[in-house]
């Protein structure tokens, strides 16, 4: 009789066992809520809905992917949760990080544990993905410390006839004090003199007491590597306190619509996605799935979510059916990834470089003759080196 | 003369989160926690106003401070009301909820992008020039503006108007302010509907001036050093605690380091906590007794 319970119990968990294993699964921990949800969310919203449209057309080699999305409110020991939930109970093929920085460390415990890939879409790209990277961490995020920098005072000193006097703006937290630090140490070989740099603690209800200082320091440049939120508002309340210079900064997922919001033709932002005013082919195809998922985010926001959709159906286009995470990992080490022209060219993953092999650079501003954002700067390519 | 401009805006918004979390201690001795959120959810109320009432932006403007005094009154209502004889530390644990409740509510509703209730409404947020080299926004100048209105038109209430009598008295003795027939339920909905005025007037101001997001709950905490500064239940410290921790915060950014900006609140707060524990002008005895 008891037996007879047993083969019972075991045939009724026979169809969820293989719908289990019936599609290639990603766990995703992400900050879908909480005070910064609006950098992260619209990335999972949009990768989402690029591997649901995927799975309308077929799936990957036949099989559907399934996104397991797990909130963390960008919350370190909810991340951790989240990253055991999604590896003993979900049995993912790789774990995901759309979160910010502190929700890392325990996530990268969880996946080095379980020996499986840890993947940054959308979220600052650690230094482990950087040749020569982590065996287990990998990065599609767009923005990269130094390169970053790098690109930005090489646009300044391109742009500029009279000496630099540069100023620099950065937030209270390690990743952005890190860079503005190295911005002002490669502005000093670059022959620039730097004259002044503010840090703002996050969230700051007035940016106003630290424009005053960079105003009266008198720059000529500003540039900002920050979360938007310092970035622009530095911008602005400098703009109020009479200064008339030129500021470049980091131009995040929200950038193009600022732009426009702002309308000020001295607003330089720097990135290596495409904007939708370069209206590609693959824009009017982000606009169709954007539509059909009834996302809440602007189109603009979702270009950083589609480059991790893209990257995800290729992982799992090389990894061959029955799926393991050991033949996941294999693909992602050998990856080339046709962006659809979102970046200047593919992204590239070698065994030791998980970030990209080569970044492309673009810069943008409001051009108030022409009443749009206009492109400044073209693709500008800088290889990426141990 | 910059310094003294930027010391008054943010002594402004401080003063403007302050005076909330004051009016409701001061008469229920109930410290709010779900005050930041209140805030944000006043900057909501005018992104809802902007959009529906569009081309109307005093119509707007004034929609939005009328749903402030309402939604004050209703958590009132439906929440504080029954933790009327429970213990201060229940209702302070009610009010955390409260705001966690509130911050998923907005999420669901109005998602996690940035808004510009400002642009909505058709306004910019200029500057002009206020002599001796000086400049200030719109909005700062309205935070200004806004600050001594709200503290003055308290003033007067409190002091000249049968309601703010009862006011006080509910503060100072409650139990001899019923057997006087003072309506407690009445005045304490009064409180919570004017603090959430004020806090959701400083999230409207914020939010037109730096955009509305996620953070401007955290700002909400960020003034609350002032208040116990100047001592949690005087409207006057509030205000004297805010311009303190605002004239400390503004000049250390200027000649010392930008990063104590973050800590000098605290470090005013745990000074006074040394010095004077229940603040400039608060009250020893009621504190003694918490």
Known sequence: MRSKYLIAAALAALPLAAAAQDAYVVGVSAAMTGPVAGTYAPVVDAMKAYLDHLNAKGGVNGKPVRLVVLDDQAQPSRAAANAKQLVAQEKVLMLLNTSLSSTYAPMVAEAKSAGIALYFAGAVCPKDTFPPADPLQFCSTAFGANLDSQAALAFVKAQSKEPVRIGFAAMAIPISRGEIDYAEGLSKTLGMTPVEKQITPPPTPDYTPFATKLKDANPNWMYSWAPWVSQVRTFEAMRRLGWSGRYITWAHLNAEEELTRVKDGGLYVIGTNAFLEDNLPVHAEMRAIAHRANLPHPVSYLTEGFVAGFVLETALRNTPWPPTPQKALAAMNSLKVDLKGLRGGPLEWTKDNHFRTRQYYRVWRWDPAGNRVARVQDWLAIDVKQ | ?290
């Open chain 2, 1 to 290: 003369m910059q310094l003294a401009v930027n010391i008054a805006v943010l002594a402004s918004i401080y003063a403007l989160i302050c005076c909330g979390y004051v009016l409701i201690y001061r008469v229920s001795r109930v410290l709010s926690l779900a005050h930041g959120e209140l805030m944000m959810l006043g900057a909501y109320g005018l992104y809802a106003t902007a959009s529906l009432f569009s081309g109307h932006p005093l119509l707007a403007v004034a929609a939005a401070g009328g749903l402030a005094l309402a939604v004050g009154a209703a958590v009132y209502a439906a929440l504080m009301w029954r933790m009327t004889g429970e213990s201060v530390l229940a209702a302070v644990l009610a009010t955390i909820a409260l705001g966690i409740l509130l911050r998923g509510l907005m999420v669901l509703v109005f998602g996690t992008q940035t808004q510009y209730p400002l642009r909505d409404l058709g306004w910019t947020n200029a500057s002009f020039d206020v002599g001796g080299g000086a400049r200030i926004s719109a909005v700062g100048a309205a935070l200004v503006l806004g600050t001594a209105l709200v503290y003055g038109s308290l003033f007067a209430f409190l002091r000249g108007t049968r309601w703010g009598l009862r006011m006080r008295a509910a503060g100072q003795n409650p139990l001899l302010a019923a057997q006087r027939g003072v309506r407690l339920h009445g005045i304490y909905a009064l409180a919570w509907a004017l603090a959430t005025f004020t806090g959701g007037m400083a999230g409207m101001l914020l939010a037109s001036d730096a955009g509305l997001e996620g953070t401007l709950v955290t700002i909400g905490l960020k003034a609350f050093p002032a208040a116990l500064v100047g001592g949690l239940d005087s409207l006057l410290g509030a205000l004297v605690g805010s311009l303190i921790v605002a004239g400390a915060e503004v000049l250390l950014i200027h000649y010392v380091d930008p990063l104590l900006s973050d800590v000098v609140p605290f470090v005013v707060l745990l000074a006074m906590l040394v010095l004077r524990p229940w603040g400039l002008f608060g009250s020893r005895e009621e504190l003694d007794r918490v």
